[in-house]
């Protein structure tokens, strides 16, 4: 059974830098055959996919125009996890965040509300 | 960008009745060459993140209910609760993973009428 396991703070100051992990259990971050993806969740943007990272014969990365310029996913193949960093941010940015696991998505993490204040 | 609009955006629907969800993509989200429909369906209660009920437009995923069912192809999807339970009050998704960037519909909030 895959588990995904969130953390990270739920308070970022404007400008900062939203930092996130999303722990894997029952898959390989570098299993070939899937992708690991960042969605977040907030009244005004509704569900909105942020990128993904994955492997097939090396790591690739895929992110939102949105957030392109700011976003960083990363696998960390030693803990079997990846990251969401999310530079610059603004209380717009302020939303609850999930890591899932593929395309369509059967496993989530169990969310994190990250609230962008000073 | 694929655009997915969802209606009703909230439905009111009776004990035993039927509820019907649509949802509509800017383009077709079907593949030509395995006539697949990149379509999914997700349940979402409070707290809690979405659940996935439908893939592929129409395959409910393990121990999903069979009151539900998802139809559709190309740029129209249909999601419907046969006959609607207490349990199946929350807010449904659809989302198209046909190409980048994935997108979600605005969500259907399903309450008892």
């Known amino acids: 059974q895959v588990q995904l396991q969130q953390s990270g703070p739920g308070l970022v100051k404007p400008s900062q830098t939203l930092s996130l992990t999303c722990a894997i259990s029952g898959d390989s971050v570098s299993t070939n055959t899937t992708a690991w993806n960042w969605i977040r969740q907030s009244p005004s943007r509704g569900l909105e996919w942020l990128g993904r990272t994955y492997y097939r014969s090396k790591w690739y990365n895929e992110y939102a125009v949105s957030v392109k310029s700011r976003i960083t996913i990363n696998p960390d193949t030693s803990k079997n996890q990846f990251s969401l960093q999310l530079n610059s941010v603004t209380p717009e940015d302020t939303a609850v965040y999930y890591c899932?696991?593929?395309?369509?998505?059967?496993?989530w993490g169990q969310g994190t509300l990250v609230t962008v204040s000073s | 960008d694929i655009v997915m609009t969802q209606s009703p955006d909230s439905l009111g629907v009776s004990l035993g009745e039927r509820a019907t969800i649509n949802c509509k993509s800017s383009?077709?989200?079907?593949?030509?060459?395995?006539?697949?429909?990149?379509l999914a369906w997700y349940q979402q209660k409070p707290g809690q993140p979405p659940k996935l009920f439908v893939y592929?437009?129409?395959t409910r995923e393990s121990g999903v209910p069979d009151r539900f069912s998802g139809s559709g192809s190309g740029t129209d999807f249909t999601l419907t609760i046969s006959s609607l339970q207490a349990e199946d009050v929350a807010v449904y998704y659809c989302q198209q993973y046909y190409s980048y960037p994935l997108t979600f519909g605005g969500g259907t909030k399903v309450e008892i009428k």
């Open positions: 383009q077709s989200v079907l593949y030509g060459s395995n006539n697949k429909n990149y």
């Open positions: 592929w437009a129409s």
């Open positions: 899932a696991r593929g395309y369509s998505f059967v496993y």
